[in-house]
């Protein structure tokens, strides 16, 4: 169960200014021309990618500043990003506030519960934009993402490349990078909606160069001199400006003409030869303060006086920023500054050379300053390194409960991976941290001995003042001991021990305060869990829904809402699928009533819909909610969900006829199925299992059954009922493998099947689990038919209907029998018993049963016909496919043809539509 989450990521202001225009800066009106195709119709992005050093930055401020003296409307949002941007909270967090700065109130809560969902989280962006542009008209955005370079993650990579596919006609995209970025540029290019700007673009003209040397400069350069700095530095401004700064003060001829004899080789060898010469020319005061403020990425004047131990920070920075020493202001106020990155890095591999010792002073005050003035991340980033591991562990420890609740759960295991093993189990915090870091990541023998090394610190801190006096004294440390109890009962939960669980889950509440919502909330949760592995599906009910007023209690509403589908879950073994439908439309109407979706929650109630009407044989309305999900992202789905999409749809697809496409979904769901979140009261393989039954594809079920150890004198485990259901379906379908053991003990199936299913029944009503009872019934009923016993038959069935709670919420589970069931439903009918009028209905159809819309290929799909397949199911064209496949075009509308022949298809489109209704895509 997870954190309360329901605070903004915070954001660093500096990030959001646009970088002011120097009054000396060179106009560059051929680049400007460029620029202005970022704003013309199908334009969806303007790329700026060059090596460090060539002006990027600079190009798009000066043009900002141009474009602000037109008389059209057109508003910026600018986003300079860092690496903690990886962390996709945080990067939604400070794009939205790029965007409200631009004019755009985008709200921040979708972005803030995405939980790892960057479609669903950029959704809610581009709607906000669109609703910018009905109220603004003409109005046209610029969102400007700088230094992007720096995302590595998958997730930041996926948001970015939604945004370029989605993004509205008001919205300009401009990014400037030093590489280029995993987009669809290659798309982009093919359908001219792609500005780039390159090294060769970036690079000075002779013109500009001379510009910059002599005007901006203040050199007095000649024609040949400027021509020879072009030439040596290719246009690359960087390097003219540092061989500038370099020859500031050298006069006589002679002089000029060696430095350019010098001056030659590679970009590298350029910045290393000319920070030294800069360097060198620099007062010693100078010197000092550039080499030790090095260390930051960011400077204020407090904050260099704090790292240097001088007064003279905000001084120093006007004096850089006036000298042009590759200090470059973040703010309006001039309060913000930072180094240009490739002098930055010349300065700390300086430091590092000339005074390491100093190094660890430095950080040590630099988290100092940034601790006092609340921000935490980057002081934790200085004490790790400062190497002082004791202060780190502090600091992270007093910023748990903000970075949880911001949901930075990547940024969490990247804390305690960077410090030693032996500091995270000093602090019980950050053991139960750690714990739960290998708990998600299914690592569970992993979990024990973190869960140890908090306790055992605990008890040393309470004999050792000194060691308890280094613990930040949080929230999370005074609920330390009911959280372990917590995490053991997660752990037990995960491995199957059901009395564990238990167990762990009321210690916890025995340790939780009457005010501590979240521990109860926890120890309640798993103590209903347990409930229901056991069986005592009601009493579990009852329990969980404590939990949920724990949560409600906690302010965590995102778990409140997650926990709709557990208690839904519930509801359906008790026989109640129409209270279950009832909670997801209440829960679903509460999630979209603010007009932002919880996108994570809804999807999943989608797919809890499209359940529950797949049972009733609505197969449209339940595909209809699938597509919802599905529309909503995969990955909206919480960790422990993902999986049941693709159940649902096998579900469909089997209900069809379509075998064959619900086994792959079920292989995909099995990939995602993550254990021990949930009780695992439906396992995939017998899933799978049962549509291998229904296919008539015996020979692997039976496998199955050997290797889960199935037999009819099992005792009835209720964790162990799906399995024996499926078994006694196995059991009915026809005899046994003649190479294997007979399972049935060379008993009459439909005896044994009998026999086992009489200790269900005995096992589930003692349980109240009608919704056990009725499948156990309708297999009883199965079982006496397959006996030629009609009469039993027909009074098992019969009692399914005036025993169940709502005998009318039961149609597949009679129809996915096949045609014995429907032989009795024939009788029953005919002998006036209560069938429901459903079901009656789907019977007199003449077709009740499953049917395949659409037959399974006679001839099927080749491998590389499938990848092609998949291929065209995107936005890609044809010529993209052919180089994306390595082969000619030619080649290509080969196997598009023999596709479309196949499929009985003229056209791309309609191969597309006829392979989704197949189940291929």
Known sequence: MADPAMRHTPVLATKLFVPARRATSVPRPRLFAQLDTTLAAGNRLTLLSAPAGFGKTTLITDWLAELGSRPAETRVGWLSLDADDNDLSRLLAHLTAALSRSGIEVDPAPTATHDGSPATAMTGILNEVTRAAERSPGTHWVLVCDDFHVLTDPGAHEAFSFLVDHVPPELHLVVATRADPPLPLARLRGRGELTELRAADLRCTPGEATEFLNRVMGLSLTDADVAALEERTEGWIAGLQLAALSLRGVHERHAV???????????????????????????????????????????????CDAVTGRDDGSTMLDRLERGNLFAVHLDDQRHWYRYHHLFADVLGARLLAEHPEELPVLHRRASDWFAAHDLPVRAVRHALAAEDLTRAARLMEEALPAVRRARQDSLLVTWVQALPDAVVRRSPVLSLVAAWSQLVAGRLDAVEGHLDAAGRALAAGADDPDLAGEWAPTEDLRTAPAMIAVYRAALAQARGDVTATAGHAREALDLAGPEDHFVRAAGLGYLG????????????????????????????????????????????????????????????ERVTAAGEPFPRVTADLHVGLAELDLELDDLPGAEEHLE??????????????????????????AARGDYQAAAGLLDRAEALYRPGFYPEVRPIPAVRARVQIAAGD???????????????????????EFEHLTFVRLLLAGQHPSHGADPADDAAPADAALRLLDQLHVAAGGAGRAGSLVEIRCLQALAHGARGDREQALAALESTWLEAPEPAGCVRLYLDEGEPMRELLRHAVAHGAPVPERLRRRLASGNPTTSRTHPVLADPLSARETEVLHLLDSDLTGPEIARQLYVSLNTLRTHTKRIYTKLGVTHRAAAVRRARDLGLL
């Not at 999900?629 to 749809?649: D, K, Q």
């Not at 039976?702 to 005792?715: C, I, P, Y």
């Open 257 to 303: 003409d060696a430095f350019l004899e010098d001056f030659t080789g590679s970009n590298r060898f350029i910045i290393d030869y000319l920070v030294d010469e800069v360097l060198a020319r620099q007062p010693a005061e100078v010197r000092h303060f550039l080499l030790r403020t090095s260390v930051l990425d960011r400077l204020t004047a407090s904050l």
């Open 529 to 588: 869990l347990a409930g229901w592995a056991r069986g005592d599906v009601a009493e579990a009910l009852t329990t969980f829904d404590s939990a949920v007023q724990s949560l409600h209690s906690a302010g965590n509403l995102v778990d409140e809402l997650d926990a709709t589908i557990v208690r839904a879950d519930m509801m359906v073994a008790l026989g109640r699928p129409g209270r279950a439908r009832r909670l997801y439309a209440d829960t679903l």
């Open 698 to 720: 015996l020979d692997p079920a039976w496998v199955w059954a050997r290797e889960r150890g199935l037999g009819v004198e099992d005792a009835p485990v209720y964790l162990r």
């Open 628 to 653: 919802t999900a599905r529309a909503l992202g995969h990955r909206a789905s919480v960790t422990e969900n993902r999986h049941r999409w693709f159940v649902a749809s096998a579900g469909v697809r």
